[in-house]
């Protein structure tokens, strides 16, 4: 891990930041020993961003835009981690699939959350896959990011039941009450050094 150093921390965010904002709030509660040393956004003007300056983190816009392919964008990308002193990766609502010029850089180091019990219902729109299918029980999944989408080691798993009349907006918020709740537990397990990784499987000591 970090050799008792406080672990530092980059979220890749596209979107509105509600599980930034519980990583936030939870390192500023004193929960996780760790740092955010950066935010980094592929899109300009999203509310992630502000949430962060609010917070005095340091935030980056790393746009798509003038990159030939998804490869020199994740080299280019790799180079802001290692300035910032990055030791874990996380994805927050990143809508983009990393290519192995990112995972390679951070082996067992790039965590994301999905809001489906892996390994069903991967990709987009997971909620409505679910509801779709007709389970009876869904949730949300934080795994190691592999070059697969969605297919890397489970850390931890949260359920919730799907009711009769549930939409993909109502799912999603029962869902997402619980991404906030298990994506810093995490976090967490990885800064304290909980987390060993056998094959496919997750180890969580004590």
């Given at each position: 891990?970090?050799?008792?150093?406080?672990?530092?921390?980059?979220?890749?965010?596209?979107?509105?930041?509600?599980?930034?904002?519980?990583?936030?709030?939870?390192?500023?509660?004193?929960?996780?020993?760790?740092?955010?040393?950066?935010?980094?956004?592929?899109?300009?003007?999203?509310?992630?961003?502000?949430?962060?300056?609010?917070?005095?983190?340091?935030?980056?816009?790393?746009?798509?835009?003038?990159?030939?392919?998804?490869?020199?964008?994740?080299?280019?990308?790799?180079?802001?981690?290692?300035?910032?002193?990055?030791?874990?990766?996380?994805?927050?609502?990143?809508?983009?699939?990393?290519?192995?010029?990112?995972?390679?850089?951070?082996?067992?180091?790039?965590?994301?959350?999905?809001?489906?019990?892996?390994?069903?219902?991967?990709?987009?729109?997971?909620?409505?896959?679910?509801?779709?299918?007709?389970?009876?029980?869904?949730?949300?999944?934080?795994?190691?990011?592999?070059?697969?989408?969605?297919?890397?080691?489970i850390i931890l798993q949260s359920v919730v039941p799907v009711?009769?009349?549930?939409?993909?907006?109502?799912?999603?918020?029962?869902?997402?009450?619980?991404?906030?709740?298990?994506?810093?537990?995490?976090?967490?397990?990885?800064?304290?050094?909980?987390?060993?990784?056998?094959?496919?499987?997750?180890?969580?000591?004590?």
């Open positions: 891990m970090t050799d008792n150093l406080t672990c530092r921390l980059a979220v890749l965010v596209s979107g509105s930041g509600t599980n930034l904002q519980a990583i936030i709030d939870s390192i500023e509660a004193g929960d996780i020993d760790a740092t955010i040393a950066c935010v980094i956004s592929n899109k300009r003007d999203v509310f992630a961003l502000e949430r962060a300056a609010k917070h005095g983190i340091t935030v980056v816009v790393h746009e798509n835009s003038g990159f030939a392919n998804r490869q020199e964008y994740d080299l280019a990308t790799v180079e802001i981690l290692r300035q910032y002193g990055v030791n874990l990766v996380v994805l927050a609502g990143f809508m983009r699939i990393l290519t192995e010029n990112m995972i390679n850089a951070f082996p067992n180091a790039i965590i994301n959350i999905h809001p489906a019990l892996l390994p069903s219902f991967p990709g987009l729109h997971a909620q409505q896959q679910a509801i779709d299918y007709g389970v009876r029980y869904s949730g949300c999944t934080v795994h190691f990011v592999d070059c697969g989408t969605d297919t890397g080691p009711d009769a009349n549930d939409t993909e907006e109502t799912l999603s918020a029962k869902i997402q009450k619980e991404e906030h709740r298990i994506y810093p537990a995490a976090i967490k397990l990885f800064v304290d050094g909980k987390i060993k990784v056998k094959g496919r499987k997750v180890l969580i000591t004590d």
